[in-house]
C-alpha cells in the first residue's frame, strides 16, 4: 500500500507531463470503445435486417442454395404444411420460436405490355401476415418501429416491385415513384402492344375470379414456365413499387401472395414451397434449434433431401460486412496500443532521467533493485488505471450524447435513413476487455524503463547531474 501511495506521489510531481499521458491515453480508449460500439451496432443491425427478411433458419431441399436460382420449381419441398405442423408443435422448438412460414421463389418475365415492355424479375411467393411478424423481430431494441409488408390488405393478385422494375416497365408515374428517369424515345403506340391475345387468355384462365379489376396503369402480367415447363401467364395489381436499397434487387424484385405464386407454379398439381423460413425469439438459440431441426429431418423427413441453412450462409455479405468491421477495429486497436506504448514509456523514461540522483539514494538506504521495479511499474499501471476509469466513464458519456442526438445515417442495403447509435452500454465485455488492454499496453510500456532504474549503479547514480 505504501508503494502505490508514493507512486501517486511521484506522478503529481510533474503533472503537466503526467496530464498529457493521461489524455492521450484516455483519449485513444475513447476512440477505440466509441467505433467498437459503432462497429458492434452495425453488426446487430446488420443481423436485424437479414433475420427479419430470411428468419434465422431456412429449410431447404439440400441442392437448393447452389443450383435453385436456375429453376427453383424442381427443388420444392413436398407436404411443406406437416412440416410446419412438426415444428412448431416440438416441445424442444416450440419455446423458441416467434414464426415459421413458407416462401416459394421463382423467375420469370413481367411485362407492360400497354407501353411495349417486358424485363426478367426474380420473384417471391410469402404469406404476408407471418412476414408481418417477421418484420417485427427486434431483439436488439433499435429505435423505430418495423414497417409492414406493402402487400397487407392487397387483392389476392397484388404485387409489389421494385423501383429499378417500375421503372424500366415505364410505371413510375401510376406507382408515384420519385427521381424516376423517362426513356428519351417517344412511347410506342398502344395499339400496336397491347397484351397479346395468347397471353391475355393464360392470364385470364389463371386469375382468382373473385379478384378485383385491375386499376388502370398499375397491371403487369408475369409470364413464367410451371413445373411442366409450360409457359403460365398471371395478371398482377401492383400496388407499390419499393427502393430495396440495392440496384441489383431494385432491377428485379417481385413480391407476390404465395397462392398466386403456387397457382402460377404448381397450377393444379400439390403445390410446394422453395424454403420454410424460421425465426427464433434469440439468435443465440441458433445452435440448439439447428441442431433440433436437422434431427426431426433426419426422422419424421428423411424421404426429402432437406438441408437447415443459417441467415449468414444465406447472406454472404454478412459475413464480409462483419469482417471488414472486426479488422478495422482491430487495426485501430493495435494504433492506440502502439500510442499507449510509446507515450508511458517516454514518460517514464523521462522520470528516470530526473529522479536519477533519487533512484541512487534509495538503493544507498537499502531499497532493493525489485523495489525500484515496482515502484515505477506501479506508477505506469496508475496512470493506466485512471486512463480506463476516466476513458470509460467519457466514452459512456459521449456514446449517450449521440445515441439521444437524433443523428441518421444511411447504412448499406437500406432505402431510407436510421437512427445513427453507438452500443457501448451494456457490451460488458468490450467495456472489460479494452480497459484491461490498456492496463497491460501500460504495465509493459512502463516495465523496460522499471528494469532499467533497478539496474543503474549506486554511485553513478548518486553523482548523477
Request: proline share 5%; glycine share 10%.
Amino acid at each position: 500500500m505504501k508503494i502505490l501511495t508514493l507512486a501517486a506521489r511521484n506522478l503529481t510531481r510533474n503533472r503537466r507531463r503526467s496530464l498529457a499521458t493521461l489524455l492521450a491515453m484516455t483519449i485513444g480508449l475513447m476512440a477505440v470503445l466509441l467505433f467498437g460500439g459503432y462497429s458492434g451496432n452495425i453488426n446487430l443491425g446488420l443481423q436485424t435486417g437479414f433475420v427479419r427478411s430470411s428468419g434465422h433458419l431456412q429449410i431447404q431441399h439440400r441442392d437448393y442454395f447452389l443450383f435453385g436460382s436456375g429453376n427453383p420449381a424442381a427443388y420444392g419441398i413436398v407436404d411443406y404444411q406437416r412440416l410446419i405442423r412438426t415444428i412448431e408443435a416440438d416441445p424442444v422448438l416450440r419455446p423458441m420460436l416467434t414464426v415459421v412460414t413458407p416462401t416459394l421463389s421463382l423467375g420469370g418475365i413481367a411485362g407492360n405490355f400497354n407501353a411495349g415492355v417486358s424485363r426478367t424479375v426474380l420473384g417471391s411467393g410469402v404469406v404476408v401476415d407471418e412476414q408481418n411478424q417477421l418484420r417485427q423481430w427486434n431483439d436488439y431494441r433499435f429505435p423505430g418501429a418495423a414497417r409492414l409488408l406493402p402487400l397487407t390488405g392487397s387483392a389476392p393478385n397484388g404485387a409489389t416491385i421494385g423501383t429499378g422494375v417500375a421503372r424500366v416497365l415505364q410505371l413510375c408515374g401510376e406507382l408515384n415513384v420519385k427521381h424516376c428517369p423517362q426513356p428519351a424515345h417517344e412511347a410506342m403506340d398502344a395499339s400496336k402492344t397491347a397484351t397479346p391475345t395468347d397471353l391475355a387468355a393464360l392470364g385470364e384462365a389463371s386469375q382468382n375470379p373473385a379478384a378485383p379489376a385491375a386499376q388502370a396503369g398499375a397491371r403487369i402480367e408475369l409470364l413464367a414456365a410451371n413445373a411442366h415447363g409450360a409457359p403460365n401467364v398471371a395478371a398482377l395489381d401492383v400496388v407499390k413499387a419499393e427502393q430495396l436499397g440495392v440496384k441489383e434487387l431494385d432491377d428485379i424484385a417481385i413480391t407476390l401472395h404465395l397462392r398466386l405464386a403456387q397457382q402460377l407454379i404448381y397450377g393444379q398439381d400439390t403445390p410446394k414451397v422453395t424454403a420454410v423460413v424460421v425465426q427464433l425469439k434469440h439468435t443465440a438459440q441458433m445452435p440448439a434449434a439447428r441442431e433440433r431441426l436437422e434431427t426431426l429431418l433426419r426422422s419424421q423427413f428423411k424421404a426429402q433431401p432437406l438441408a437447415v441453412q443459417d441467415f449468414a450462409t444465406l447472406n454472404p455479405s454478412y459475413g464480409q460486412i462483419t469482417g471488414m468491421f472486426a479488422a478495422i477495429f482491430g487495426f485501430i486497436a493495435i494504433l492506440i496500443g502502439a500510442i499507449v506504448l510509446f507515450t508511458v514509456g517516454n514518460t517514464m523514461n523521462m522520470a528516470i532521467v530526473e529522479r536519477t540522483v533519487e533512484i541512487g539514494t534509495l538503493r544507498a538506504m537499502g531499497l532493493r533493485a525489485r523495489g525500484i521495479r515496482q515502484l515505477f511499474l506501479c506508477e505506469g499501471v496508475l496512470l493506466g488505471a485512471a486512463s480506463a476509469v476516466t476513458g470509460l466513464s467519457l466514452a459512456l458519456l459521449l456514446a449517450y450524447v449521440i445515441n439521444h442526438s437524433g443523428l441518421t445515417w444511411m447504412p448499406p442495403g437500406n432505402s431510407e435513413p436510421v437512427a445513427l447509435t453507438v452500443r457501448v452500454w451494456g457490451e460488458w465485455g468490450m467495456l472489460l476487455g479494452s480497459a484491461l488492454g490498456l492496463l497491460l499496453v501500460a504495465a509493459f510500456s512502463a516495465w523496460w524503463p522499471a528494469r532499467r532504474a533497478s539496474a543503474l549503479n549506486i554511485v553513478d547514480a548518486l553523482r548523477h547531474a
